[in-house]
């Protein structure tokens, strides 16, 4: 059974342009959240999507923002990239949301130059 | 609101030493508790997970206990190997946690051979 996929993997974008990070869950898994990673801040929760709506959202500014379609899979765009976006970006799904157990991916590491 | 709380790193060990790492925590109502593991360059891995009271996690050598009396989910292995290094983290879920995992900020493991 695959495991969650996030693409691109590494990605590297200037100040001021915005970026588009996808995730495809857990075949059968229709809850997908993100999480940011820094060594600042630690892993930080941006939101949670279930059946295309989204049901919870972390502390960040309206910059971040994300969808999910229809088959699950997810995406999360970040427009007017700053400095401090640089960060390691993770996906996760689980079947229904928590407390079912979450699965993560790799991530996409992101850095703004 | 609800929060995790790990021993500071980093922690470096000789091969086949015993290995604990202290998590405690605060939570609204009966959280569930979990053990991520993140290898170097690479996303989140379960490694264990608890999701009541005196519940024992248990996975590649890894055993937490769920320990409601002192709100704590320690982590230990008998005996760790150089595959073992890698970050840490400690996540609870909760009724309170608005759909989302509440981490600690993780603990470096370094096993030297």
Same mark, same amino acid.
């Given at each position: 059974k695959a495991g969650v996929t996030q693409t691109p993997r590494y990605l590297i974008k200037t100040r001021g342009q915005q970026v588009t990070l996808s995730c495809s869950p857990i075949s059968g898994h229709r809850s997908v959240s993100w999480y940011q990673q820094t060594p600042g801040q630690g892993l930080q929760f941006l939101f949670e999507y279930f059946s295309e709506t989204q049901r919870n959202k972390g502390n960040? @500014?309206?910059?971040f923002s994300g969808r999910q379609f229809s088959n699950s899979r997810s995406e999360m765009n970040v427009s007017t990239?700053?400095?401090?976006?640089s960060a390691l970006y993770l996906c996760a799904s689980s079947l229904?949301?928590? @407390?079912d157990t979450i699965y993560f991916g790799e991530g996409s590491w992101l850095t703004v130059v | 609101g609800d929060s995790v709380t790990q021993m500071e790193g980093p922690v470096t060990l000789s091969e086949e030493a015993f290995l604990t790492i202290n998590c405690t925590y605060t939570a609204t109502g009966y959280p569930s508790l979990f053990w991520y593991v993140q290898y170097p360059g690479e996303g989140l891995q379960l490694l264990l997970k608890a999701t009541k009271a005196d519940d024992k996690g248990s996975n590649k050598g890894f055993e937490a206990t769920y320990r409601k009396e002192t709100t704590s989910f320690h982590l230990e292995k008998g005996s760790v190997q150089v595959s073992d290094s890698a970050v840490y983290f400690c996540a609870l879920f909760s009724s309170g946690s608005a759909r989302q995992l509440t981490f600690g900020s993780g603990t470096q493991l370094t096993v030297l051979p």
């Open positions: 960040f @500014p309206g910059r990239l700053e400095l401090g976006d229904e949301g928590p @407390p | -």
